[in-house]
């Protein structure tokens, strides 16, 4: 069997089980390329991916046959020739929260994990992973302590919606009162790494005739690539989300290390240029309540301090407690007052609730808890082999 764990400086896994192309989950121009290959006349390319992109991505159909303003003959032409399968659900979780926490194995030994959230006002959210594990090794971080298996392709960061998509039962598109309504890049890995996956990975969400979700609610989480932090914002027209958690560089670097290669500095101005940064497209601060690090009074105010001049937002993230941690969360009373001081200042500083905590909901949970399983699985072959 085939695990993440298990591989070293893993190749980039064949994401095709069987000979046929899968469309699903690719862009415009890369169906077009896939028609042209099997012989669609040059003239024709660009109604027949206008075509077939809308019947993917607004109708979700599974089958061609259900491409009923295409002819039979040219159906079974691209029957023959692609597939419309999503990729194996390895692990599907429902929350009393209503939270659902999918595993997916796009190739052997890649395995991803998305969450969605349900919010109370009738919209949800769909956490999606940009990577398999993560280069950085923030400290409170489970997935920082798993490594990078590889960047996901655009197409794999699109299948996530689509099976999100397919299992609330929500196609077509155009449906009114869709409750998947928000993407947030805040699953497993740094997106600012795979910049251009997530770049092409949006265009399809967000194409009216694609996944139909507006890039306005789209939001990307990065822990402070500064570097990439505006060209993104260029690329992708998302909303900016940064995982602050300290405000002064000491701290910072001690519980974040990418601070070390882009401190606090460089970061706030890269938040300044953010390209369309006003009142109205504030940039939101994560800040997750750590027990005594980064919770006391001083810190709220180093934060109000920092932010100064920055339209902002501040999301206080109680601490996801993981097995080998030696963080604990602050306390509800610590996390109250310090939101209350944050709010006096002007800044928005809801207490996110924790979701979909009877699942592993959180940030690299399901991820590493099947890993475990595995890894447990190998020990106990192993010492039986040794026997
Ligand atoms: N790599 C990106 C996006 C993924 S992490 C980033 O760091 O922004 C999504 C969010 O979850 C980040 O704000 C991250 O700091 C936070 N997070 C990570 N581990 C957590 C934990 N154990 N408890 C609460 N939040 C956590
Ligand atoms: Fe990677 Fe983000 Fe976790 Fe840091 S917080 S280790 S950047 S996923």
């Known amino acids: 069997m085939s695990s993440t764990t298990l591989i070293d400086n893993a190749p980039i896994a064949p994401d095709l089980t069987d000979a046929k192309v899968h469309l699903v989950g690719m862009g415009r121009d890369d169906i077009a390329t896939e028609l042209e290959r099997i012989g669609i006349p040059p003239k024709k390319v660009r109604m027949r991916t206008k075509q077939v992109f809308h019947w993917i991505y607004n109708y979700g159909v599974t089958s061609f046959d259900q491409m009923t303003n295409i002819a039979k003959p040219l159906r079974e032409k691209l029957e023959a020739a692609f597939t419309l399968d999503r990729p194996e659900i390895v692990e599907r979780l429902i929350s009393v929260d209503g939270t659902r926490k999918y ?21 949800g959210a769909l956490c999606v992973s940009s990577q398999v594990g993560c280069t950085l090794t923030c400290t409170f971080c489970h997935t920082g302590t798993q490594r ?36 947030v890049f805040m699953g497993m890995g740094e997106p600012l790494y795979n910049t251009e996956k997530v770049g092409d990975a949006l265009d ?46 000491e701290l910072r670097s001690q519980i974040m290390p990418i601070n070390k290669k882009y401190p606090l500095k460089e970061l706030m101005q890269a938040c300044r240029d953010y390209p369309g940064l006003s009142n109205s497209r504030r940039i939101t601060f994560e800040y997750v309540m750590l027990k005594g690090i980064n919770d006391q009074p001083w810190h709220a105010k180093q934060l109000i301090k920092l932010l100064r001049g920055i339209p902002a937002k501040v999301n206080l993230i109680p601490f996801n407690p993981w097995p080998g941690t030696d963080y604990v969360c602050s306390d509800a009373e610590t996390i109250k007052s310090f939101s209350d001081m944050v709010n006096a200042a002007g800044y928005a500083s809801p207490i996110r609730k924790t979701r979909g905590q009877d699942i592993f909901a959180a940030c690299g949970q399901l991820k590493s808890d099947s890993e475990k399983k595995r890894a447990s699985t190998l020990r106990k072959e192993t010492k039986a082999s040794q026997k």
């Open 103 to 123: 595993l997916i194995r796009m190739a052997p030994g890649i395995e991803v994990e998305s969450v969605f959230i349900p919010d109370v006002s009738k919209t």
């Open 148 to 183: 990078l298996v590889r960047n996901l392709t655009a197409r794999e960061i699109v299948l996530q919606v689509i099976i999100a998509r397919d299992d609330l039962g929500e196609w077509p598109t155009t449906q009114e009162n869709r409750r998947l309504t928000n993407i």
């Open 204 to 249: 399809t969400i967000c194409d009216p005739e694609g996944l139909g979700i507006g890039r306005r609610r789209i939001t990307v989480s990065t822990s402070g690539v500064v570097p990439d932090i505006v060209p993104m914002g260029a690329r992708t027209k998302a909303q900016l989300a940064i995982s602050l958690h300290a405000a002064n560089d």
